[in-house]
């Protein structure tokens, strides 16, 4: 090998090292795992990575998944147990369960609706307990908009490497769904959608090309147009 050629090589693994991996290539394979556990009969019209809001708050716990539950140790379980049974004697102070109550309730300039809401609940399966990293995946199909949690290697470089862990996480009935805002004018890829109960949530799509996903919603508002 020619001098010349040794340094490209290095040179190339020295930009795959900065640049980290390809964002586009692990939404791909994200989408492909997120749609292979989908319930029998549902057709993927359309998918995209996607996170909670920058500034959603998160969830009182009760409202949380656990995530990857079954990947965990018996040390993650008995801080889990630890963390449900001083939430149980905080409740059972009845001041706290009233003041706790209406932070249930509680509208965000990120969440409206509480989070028992279609948006709470949403908002919540974006921001579950989790100890691992993973990826997010929207899917729409004919009838359902899911959401799959895809986990992600250890392996930083290789984030794909591996039969890791797919997560079926939650779904609502498209009818359910009323309409969605781009928003960003906040961050590149931030939108809001909303729900037939008058709730609504913010949420981004994680790398671009989420056209196809924002076209399947019923009604797509700019962030000039008010949500009414």
């Given at each position: 090998?020619?001098?010349?050629?040794?340094?490209?090589?290095?040179?190339?693994?020295?930009?795959?090292?900065?640049?980290?991996?390809?964002?586009?290539?692990?939404?791909?394979?994200?989408?492909?795992?997120?749609?292979?556990?989908?319930?029998?009969?549902?057709?993927?019209?359309a998918s995209h990575p996607v996170e909670a809001g920058e500034r959603l708050p998160e969830p009182p716990?009760?409202?949380?998944?656990?995530?990857?539950?079954?990947?965990?140790?018996?040390?993650?379980?008995?801080?889990?147990?630890?963390?449900?049974?001083?939430?149980?004697?905080?409740?059972?102070?009845?001041?706290?369960?009233?003041?706790?109550?209406?932070?249930?309730?509680?509208?965000?300039?990120?969440?409206?609706?509480?989070?028992?809401?279609?948006?709470?609940?949403?908002?919540?399966?974006?921001?579950?307990?989790?100890?691992?990293?993973?990826?997010?995946?929207?899917?729409?199909?004919?009838?359902?908009?899911?959401?799959?949690?895809?986990?992600?290697?250890?392996?930083?470089?290789?984030?794909?490497?591996?039969?890791?862990?797919?997560?079926?996480?939650?779904?609502?009935?498209?009818r359910q769904v009323a309409w969605v805002r781009n928003r960003t004018d906040v961050r590149h890829g931030?939108?809001?959608?909303?729900?037939?109960?008058?709730?609504?949530?913010?949420?981004?799509?994680?790398?671009?090309?989420?056209?196809?996903?924002?076209?399947?919603?019923?009604?797509?508002?700019?962030?000039?147009?008010?949500?009414?």
């Amino acid at each position: 090998m020619k001098i010349s050629e040794v340094g490209d090589a290095l040179w190339a693994g020295v930009k795959g090292w900065l640049s980290g991996p390809d964002r586009q290539a692990v939404a791909r394979a994200a989408k492909e795992r997120a749609a292979a556990v989908l319930p029998p009969g549902e057709r993927v019209v359309a998918s995209h990575p996607v996170e909670a809001g920058e500034r959603l708050p998160e969830p009182p716990r009760r409202f949380r998944q656990q995530a990857f539950s079954a990947q965990r140790t018996a040390g993650d379980r008995l801080v889990d147990g630890m963390g449900r049974a001083e939430e149980g004697l905080h409740r059972l102070n009845p001041v706290n369960a009233v003041v706790d109550g209406w932070g249930d309730r509680r509208d965000t300039p990120q969440l409206s609706g509480g989070w028992e809401s279609l948006a709470g609940q949403l908002a919540a399966v974006l921001r579950p307990r989790c100890s691992f990293r993973y990826v997010a995946v929207l899917l729409v199909t004919e009838h359902h908009l899911h959401v799959v949690r895809v986990r992600l290697a250890g392996n930083r470089r290789e984030p794909m490497a591996g039969a890791e862990a797919v997560e079926y996480a939650w779904r609502v009935e498209r009818r359910q769904v009323a309409w969605v805002r781009n928003r960003t004018d906040v961050r590149h890829g931030t939108h809001e959608v909303g729900f037939v109960d008058g709730s609504w949530v913010t949420f981004a799509f994680t790398v671009g090309g989420y056209g196809p996903v924002v076209e399947t919603f019923p009604r797509r508002l700019r962030y000039t147009d008010p949500l009414s």
